[in-house]
Structure formats: C-alpha cells, structure tokens
C-alpha cells in the first residue's frame, strides 16, 4: 500500500524567508500524481502544486515550487518570500494514476509565518 | 472558490441518529470523491463515484453509505452516529477519473454529541 509521510509537524519561518516542507512517499507504481494541498484555517483544502511523475521537470507555481526527487521518492515544498497568507496546515498528496485514483494524504505540516 | 459545493457547513446532532451530507461538484465534472477529517485518523478516503456508479471505497464503515444522482450531486448517508464520528467531511470532484486533479469543497463539519 502507499503511504505519504510528513516529518515536520509544525515549522515557522520569517516573514519573506524562504521554507522547504519535506515530504516522503513509498509506491512501487512508476506513474502516479504528487500533490501539496493547503489547508488555511477557513478549513479549505486548496490545490497549491501538482507534479507528474513522469515528468522530470520540478512543478512551479509563482512562489511555490517542488524538488521531485523520484528515485528516493522524495516530494518537497519549498516557499519563496513568504507572506502571513501563507500559514496554513500543508499537506503532501499522492495519487496512483490508476483507476483507483483516491488520493493518500499525509499528516500534515502547520506552518507558521513570524512577522 | 473551487466550484465544489457542500451543505450544510455544519451539523450537530446526538448520537444514534442519521444524517445527510450534500455535495454539488463543480460544473462538468462526473467523479466525486468523500474524505473524513479527523484529529486522529487524519484525512481518509472514504468513496468515490463515477457519473453515477460506486468506483472505488477506502475505509468507510457499514454504517456510512453514499449515491450520485442523475444529476450528479452526491449525497453521504451516516447512521447510528457514533462520538467517534466527529470529523470534517469533504467532498471533492474531478471532470472524469484517473488523470485529473480533484478539487475540494469547503466541508462540513459534523459533531456528534
């Protein structure tokens, strides 16, 4: 079975400093989907990034961007000039691109931002 | 806004009885998804539907049932509610299955007292 794990329960960083999230995953499927969702404390899940595993190039989304290591099945988060909006429970997701498609969360990571 | 819809926000009710959580998904998409959020277990996968028909379960008890409609709404049916059942339940919807991003409501949040 697939499992997602978050080693960071909770981390802060300064106001417009830079973090990385960690995240590992074990799968033995070759193609499957890698997501980071956050989750502010409205409770929203929001899609932040989305990475193919096929795909050797590391997702970006404006500030967020992902280091897709595949073969140590490693899926980090790293946030640039982070802003107060940023603090939110962050969570990595995996999915198998199979047709069973639920996504497999991890626990989590709440991230803090210091004014 | 994700476009997926949920209703109601929140619900309390007592133990033993029976609830129903609606979901609308976003315009066009045919799967629908229900996670349960709790402290404990964290986020699970509970169900999908595809345009109607039960696609794939995860850890959903005998107690908790679920249909999409025609229309495609989906509806999660949970009874003889127990404490335990106190969680966040989202809805999430993707325009056909296996390739395509899930967007996700904004929950409802159940208490069981």
């Known amino acids: 079975a697939q499992t997602v794990t978050q080693s960071q329960p909770e981390m802060s960083v300064q106001e417009a400093e830079t973090v990385t999230l960690s995240c590992t995953y074990d799968?033995?499927?070759?193609?499957?989907?890698l997501f980071w969702y956050k989750q502010p404390p409205s409770r929203q899940m929001i899609l932040v990034i989305r990475?193919?595993?096929?795909?050797?190039q590391n997702a970006t989304e404006n500030r967020f961007s992902v280091n897709f290591q595949k073969a140590a099945k490693s899926f980090s988060l790293k946030i640039s000039d982070s802003q107060l909006g940023d603090a939110a429970m962050y969570f990595c997701?995996?999915?198998?691109?199979?047709?069973?498609?639920?996504?497999?969360f991890g626990k989590g990571t709440r991230l803090h931002i210091l004014p | 806004d994700s476009g997926v819809t949920q209703t109601p926000k929140h619900l309390i009710t007592a133990t033993g009885q029976r609830v129903t959580l609606r979901c609308s998904p976003r315009?066009?998409?045919?799967?629908v998804y229900w996670y349960q959020q709790s402290l404990d277990q964290g986020l699970q996968f509970l169900i999908q539907?595809?345009?109607?028909?039960?696609?794939a379960k995860g850890n959903i008890l005998e107690r908790f049932s679920a249909q999409q409609f025609p229309d495609l709404h989906s509806e999660l049916n949970l009874s003889s509610l127990e404490l335990g059942d106190s969680a966040l339940y989202f809805c999430?919807?993707?325009?056909?299955?296996?390739?395509?991003?899930?967007?996700f409501g904004p929950g409802t949040r159940l208490l069981v007292l």
């Open positions: 999430a919807s993707s325009t056909r299955t296996g390739h395509e991003t899930q967007y």
């Open positions: 799968t033995s499927e070759s193609d499957y989907y």
């Open positions: 990475q193919e595993a096929y795909k050797q």
């Open positions: 997701a995996y999915r198998s691109a199979s047709r069973d498609d639920k996504i497999i």
């Open positions: 315009s066009g998409d045919l799967s």
């Open positions: 539907y595809y345009n109607g028909e039960e696609r």
